[in-house]
Structures are given as structure tokens and as C-alpha cells.
């Protein structure tokens, strides 16, 4: 049996491009076909042993994009046997699922079988997106008892950012539906309520991703084949023309979602570039209930895994904060991820003046004291700048930066720079612990994703500083025998983090989701730290343990928005009492029955038929 991809009745919520062609006409395209005869054939399991064998079969000759692929094929058959089977080797498939896979899987995803899930909402759209949501939601989520769609969440992206590969228009889906994937494997999210979306807003073309690929004019790219209408703002950024003004593409898409799902349902903003994505942030963040993961939740991570690093040095330490707080820390780039990370530091661990520095393409930012001179770029730069102009040192070198600021604490998320924390960068950081009265091990953040864009590996970081360093890294590094000892470099991801706040938020019916209750999350990941995590020197939690991870940062989060008089619907007074109701919402996917989708007796199904 071929398994049939049914699209009908998606006239509005498909790529214009498939609809112009014909859905079963794109799925019947030489290349697709096969590829989607190839992963038909392959995804025959029916348990749980019998998913991780097949996938394992992939993995085991190095076809990582090729397992990608088949997961994806099996969550179309067998959406619930999916999460059974991720949720029992989290730590095997997640890098599978999402980072690092998830990149190649974007650069090709145009080239993989078109499936049913995912909304596409393009500019052609403007003055209809309710209508294009919910074709999208009539078909495809759970009715309440009203017959009203139901649907909690929303992740949203216009491709204009993938991961460091820049670029990618709407063969971005891959992370809206991968992240979504984890909201339910970290948290308890029911997947049937959630809602994968791309916005088309053209694509630039291969200039416009780190790779060079050729993706906007691909024959399969499936968005619009234009170039984004963008103009200069008033900061002097480079912003899609269509997201901003009275008649903002972004504003009627977040208001339709809305009166469709309620001001309850949570709206994500995913891989914006960071030149929409804080002005867009802030534009909304009181209006809806949403956050931008690339700004708060990678801020919170950041934090999480410096806490983490105090912790490995102080095992039985009380307070992590009031250590963080009397540290250094220096953000090499000035990317969404260290622009949050900065701002968090700043205003919610109150760190001290001058102790938190960033760099962008031209060195050290600063400032003028009235504002008007400096290196910043945009007023999220000017926001996190030092103030009066860098003398005495070559504020454009990382070294001579290090020599001068002195940090504790190294991250670097430039995104297009790879090896540039050099041997020479990472000795500079050693002779600045060695010089303090209580110096103590350097931590050291690469963060740069995919693998191939790290700012250092885990092998040369401990290398270069003779195993004193303390790495974390975006993207998760194999383990590296040091000195007789074996160290699990933490994964500094965001997945310890954005499935659990969107839990909290949503099932306390939070009115907003505020930089504190980021804070909150932080400590809960580094707390969560066990002794295992410890000896094995990882400044994060092992992924075996992400579930769990997730229900303390739900339960610490319902908590802070139940004490900011931010949670509508109170969960409990006590951690035990919170943790208690947030255990009994999650949606567990072994209690579920099967959806049996080849069984010729059953009704048609809206997903797929077989032949």
C-alpha cells in the first residue's frame, strides 16, 4: 500500500504555489513521489521497539535527514505512536526532531512530501487571514462541544531567520512543527490542539542564507518566489514593510487567531530576524499572549546555563543569583540570542554597571552619554551599550576585549563565525581567572547553531584551557574524555525552557507572559541540575530528564504569574499543589488510542487515505 497525502478542501491554508499546481499533482512530482515511496515503505512499525528500530536504521549509516523524514512520515500515520516514541529516548531523537536536524531539514524541506500539518498564510492573504486560519482549524484541530475548533497554541515564523542559515522562507515549517513537537514531549501539550504556521512573506535569494543555497528559486520551493518589500525604520534596520503600520500583516494575523481561539490561545514568535523580531515583540507582547523565543527564551536559557556553571563550581551554593550578580559577563555578537541574554541580565539579575558587555560587527558597543554617538545599530543595541567611548584597549579585538572586561563568564552566538573563541581567546580567559583573589574556572558559551557554525568545539575548549574551562554549547556536542574524566557538555537549548513556560502560560491563563517569569524559569532548569549532571561537569540537565525538567520551569512559572496576580486561573498555593494540577493536564500519549489509518472499513480521514 502508498500511502495518499489528502489535501482537499485547502484552498486557502496551503503554499499558493501548491494550490495553483494542485495538491495531489505536487505530491506526484518524480522527485517528491520517491522520496515519499522510500519513507511509505520504511515506516511500517506499529510499536514503540519497532519505531526506534527503523529510525535507528537510518541513523546507523550517518542519514540524519533521512531519519527526520521518517519521523515525520510516522507522525502522519501514527501521530500518537510518535510521541510515545520520542517521549522514551529523548535524548536519542530530540537532536532528530529538532536542533540540529532540523536545519538540513529546512535547507531541503521543499523536497520532502508535503503533509497536511502546517497553515501557510501568505501576503496574498491580507484582509483574509481569519478565513485562511480556520479552513486550517475546521479541518485539522478538535472540536469542543460547540463545535468550535480548539486550539492552545501557536507557533509562528516567516522563515527570515532559520537557526544561523539565515534565510529560508517557508522551508522554514520545519520549526514551527518541530517545536510544537517539543511543547508536547517537554511539557504535556496536546499536539491535536496546536497549530505549526508560516508566514509567506517572499524569500531573498541564495545571498540571503549562510549556505548559499539556491531556495526561492528552487522548482520545488513551494512560498512565494519574491523578494521581501522591506524599507529602513526609524532605528536605521532594514523591517518587512508589510508587518508594521495601521494595516500591519502581523496585527490581523495575531487579532484573527485570537477571535478564532480566544486570548487565552498563546501566540510564539519563531525566527524573525532580529530586526522585526524586537520591534514586533514589543509592538504586542501587552496586546496578546506571546513571546519571542529567540529574544526571552534564549535570554533565559543563557542565564539557566551560567547558574548552571556557578553551580558546578558550588555544589551546596544557596543563592546562584547573588553569585551571578557579582560576576562579568561578555556576549560576543549581537544577534537576538545575546541582545535578550543581555537585557535579562540587566534588568532582572541587576547586575552591576559595566559588568555586561557586548560586541557587534565593529567591537565593544557603547554609547555616548547623551545617546547620539556610539557602535549600536538599532535601539535594542543602544539598550544593552557601554556608556562613553572604549580607551586604553582595541575595543574590535575579542582578546584585548577579554584582557580589559575581564569576564567570568564567555557566550558567543555570532551565527557566521565559526572557531573564532581560538586558542588564544580561551587562554586570555584562563589568565583572567587566575589573576582574581577567588578566581574560579572560566564558563564558556558557543551557541552558534547549527554545529557547523559553533564559535568552538567541546574538544578544543577543553583542550586549549587544559579541562578548566566549563562549556555549554547550542548544538549538543558528543562527550569528551579529559584528563582520565569523562565531561557531557551541556546543551545550552532553548527546549528547557519555551515548553514549560507555554504550559504555565496557558493552562493559568496567564494575561501576559513578562521578563520575570523568564527569570523564574531560569532558576527553575538550574535547580533541576541533579548529581549526575554535576560529576559529568554539564551546566544544564540531561535530556533523559527534559519532561521533568519542563514540569519545574510549568510549576515554578504558575507560581511567579499566581504571586504577579498575572494567572487567571490559580493552580494551587504550594509548589506540591501547583505541580499536582499542571501533572494532571498534560496530555499523555500512551493513554490515547491508535489511530488505525489503512483500515479500509473505517470513515475517510481528513489527514490521509491509503490505496
Known sequence: MVVQINLEGRSLS????VV????????????????????????????????????????????????????????????????????????FLMPIVYTPTVGEACQKFGQLPLLPRGCYV??????????????????????????????????????????????????GMGIPIGKLDLYTVCAGF???????????????DANGNAAKLTIRDHILYHGMKENRVKHTSKAGTEVNSAYYGEDSFIGEFMTAARDLFGRNCLLQFEDFNSNDAFPLLEEYREKFLTYNDDIQGTASIIVAAALGGIKLQKPECTSLLKELQGMRVLFHGAGSANLGGAQLLKAEVQMAPGSVVVTNSKGVIWSSQDGSKGTFRNDEQKAVALIGEPKGYDPTDLVSIIKH?????????????????TEEVVQAMLSVQAAKPKGGRPIIFALSNPMSQAEITAEDCYKFSRGQAIFGSGTRFPPVEVQGRTRSPGQVNNFFIFPGMSFAAVCCEA?????????????????????????????????ARIRDVGHNVATAVVLAAQKANLAQKPLGETWEEVAGELASLRWDPAGQSPIIQDDSAAPACAVCSFV
Request: aromatic share 6%; with cysteine; hydrophobic share 40%.
Open 14 to 17: 496551503l503554499p499558493k504555489t
Open 20 to 91: 495553483k499546481r494542485g495538491a495531489v499533482d505536487w505530491n506526484s512530482q518524480a522527485a517528491v513521489k520517491g522520496v515519499l515511496q522510500i519513507l511509505d515503505g520504511a515506516c511500517q512499525a506499529k510499536t514503540v521497539d519497532e519505531a526506534l528500530a527503523e529510525v535507528r536504521g537510518f541513523t546507523s549509516l550517518g542519514h540524519m535527514i533521512w531519519a527526520y523524514a521518517y519521523l515525520r512520515m510516522l507522525h502522519h500515520k501514527d501521530p500518537n505512536l510518535f510521541y510515545r516514541t520520542v517521549m522514551a529516548e529523548p535524548s
Open 122 to 171: 501568505s501576503l496574498a492573504d491580507r484582509g483574509n487571514l481569519k478565513a485562511v486560519l480556520k479552513e486550517y482549524a475546521d479541518l485539522m484541530l478538535p472540536k469542543d462541544s460547540a463545535g468550535k475548533p480548539q486550539c492552545q497554541c501557536i507557533v509562528f515564523s516567516d522563515g527570515g531567520r532559520i537557526l544561523g542559515l539565515g534565510d529560508l522562507g517557508v522551508w
Open 190 to 204: 496536546n499536539p491535536h490542539k496546536t497549530m505549526p504556521v508560516m508566514i509567506d512573506a517572499g524569500c531573498t
Open 405 to 421: 572586561h575581564k569576564p567570568d563568564i564567555l557566550i558567543g552566538a555570532v551565527g557566521r563565525a565559526p572557531g573564532c573563541f
Open 511 to 543: 494575561t501576559k507572559i513578562t521578563d520575570h517569569l523568564f527569570m523564574e524559569a531560569a532558576q527553575a532548569v538550574a535547580n533541576s541540575l541533579d548529581k549526575v549532571d554535576i560529576e559529568s561537569d554539564s551546566v544544564l540537565p540531561n535530556t
